[in-house]
């Protein structure tokens, strides 16, 4: 394997992109998380949903901050080491880009403030549409981010220039193309559990130490009714996002499937050895003809092999075929840890289960690492098209040196570690502490809560000579 610029910037463009979609993926669903909390604060005055609220609060708050910034660090990157692509699909994607920001971030940042200094400074009602507002925010940005990535991955309504570049004749095909739909689906859930995952994971760390705490308990059995509810429903989105890759990207499903021969009667692997250079598994352990039932909805159905494909337009097959099953496996075990979770439920004793909160606490991380596996399947089942059919990767990259795209990898990868590693340990800090930092009650004697109007003054008027 050559290391050279191009493969320095897909390595760089990997791992920047697979930090970032860490912190969307979490907030995405803790948004919605905390409009649900706070409506329900306002219509039950139950004080649990107003410390749970406050608490994730800020959670929330660092959880964005990063997102943002690590955000920001990639658009500079499309130009840096991908200037061939920014030129030739600036027309149609810096458009949907630009949507991206006048409605989803300009309407976050907006209403953001409200959201993390305006408890006492707004009225409830306000302040509850401001949480609201980010979260329709965090959904708006998702999106036109899931448009601009379906239409890379089959891109619809352009046409091409004199000089090479691409425009779009017709909008409405390029933000509705054909997989958007069932992937834009299958993100939003993949949020929503990640944040489930998270917080259950949170609540059951605590319940293990102080069992009769009420807002783990109230937060955990949220946590199971996501669970419950959401895992099946990805199952079945993540089939229908399947079915679209068979008809749009047979290449990507081909590898997906460690498929080599077309044939009828596919068998299914369910591990296997893939071996680009013998075109062939080395070994594996399948299930006959189920392959093709799964994948095409009928054992008789013929599905193309990755020897139907010229070697130079075929995927990476091992790294792809293998983050498919651990998104898999993951998705299955959350629809386990959801079904057991509601049986307990339904006995009266999640909270009491010492095996299930310890399985909590250990799926907690799941999610995440679901979002990157699945997101590898989507990115590398695609290659060696970055515009898939339209242009190659290998021809997108711009024409730097091998050393400065190294420099400026070493640079992300000690800059991120620090960022990744104090930002994490801050926020599992907090939830080692517990729901009550986030309340009034916490604060240290002789302080008020941040964002009241009064925060800055004295509890005793005779400390600061109040009027």
């Known amino acids: 394997m050559d290391v050279d610029a191009l493969l320095l910037s897909r390595l760089q463009f990997a791992f920047t992109i697979a930090f970032h979609i860490i912190f969307p993926s979490f907030t995405i669903g803790l948004a919605s998380y905390l409009a649900v909390l706070e409506g329900l604060w306002l219509t039950s005055r139950n004080e649990v949903f107003k410390t749970l609220y406050l608490f994730w609060l800020k959670i929330f708050a660092i959880s964005f901050g990063m997102g943002v910034v690590t955000g920001v660090v990639m658009s500079y990157e499309l130009g840096a080491n991908w200037s061939v692509f920014s030129a030739v699909a600036a027309p149609v994607i810096g458009p949907l880009l630009a949507f ?152 990507k499903l081909a590898a997906i499937e460690a498929f080599w021969e077309t044939r009828s009667e596919q068998a299914f692997h369910i591990i296997a050895w893939p071996d680009g250079r013998l075109e062939a598994n080395r070994w594996e352990l399948s299930i006959p003809k189920v392959g093709s039932l799964i994948t095409a909805g009928s054992i008789d159905a013929e599905v193309k092999g990755l020897k139907a494909f010229a070697p130079e337009d075929r995927p990476p097959v091992g790294l792809v075929f293998w983050s498919f099953r651990v998104m898999v496996g993951l998705g299955l075990a959350m629809i386990g840890l959801g079904a057991w979770g509601a049986w307990l439920c339904w006995r009266g004793g999640a909270e009491r289960s010492t095996w299930f909160l310890r399985a909590c606490v250990a799926m907690g991380p799941a999610g995440f690492v679901a979002v990157i596996s699945g997101w590898i399947v989507a990115e590398v089942g695609r290659q060696p098209w970055v515009i898939y059919g339209v242009l190659r990767t290998a021809d997108a990259v711009s024409p730097v040196g091998a050393g400065q795209v190294s420099a400026s990898l070493l640079g992300f990868l000690v800059v991120y570690a620090v960022i990744f590693s104090v930002g994490v340990l801050y926020i599992l800090r907090m939830i080692a502490e517990g729901p009550a930092v986030g309340s009034e009650e916490a604060l240290p004697e002789g302080l008020r809560a941040p964002g009241s109007a009064m925060a800055a003054a004295p509890l005793d008027p005779g400390q600061g000579g109040a009027p």
């Open 100 to 251: 991206e920001v006048l409605t989803a971030f300009f309407l976050e940042a907006s209403f953001l403030g409200i959201m993390l200094f305006g408890w006492k400074k707004v009225g409830p009602g306000l302040h509850f549409a401001a949480t609201v507002l980010v979260a329709v925010g965090t959904l708006i940005s998702a999106f036109w981010i899931i448009s601009a990535n379906s239409w890379m991955q089959h891109p619809t309504g352009f046409a091409r220039t004199a000089e090479g570049g691409l425009i779009a004749v017709d909008w409405m095909e390029v933000i509705f193309s054909p997989s958007f739909p069932e992937r834009l689906i299958h993100m939003t859930l993949a949020a929503y559990l990640t944040t489930a995952l998270v917080v259950g994971a949170a609540s059951a760390w605590r319940l293990l130490r102080r069992p009769d705490e009420p807002e783990s308990g109230m937060a955990l059995r949220m946590a199971i009714g996501m669970f419950a509810i959401v895992a099946p429903l990805q199952l079945v989105a993540g089939d229908l996002s399947g079915k679209d890759v068979l008809r749009l990207q047979p290449a």
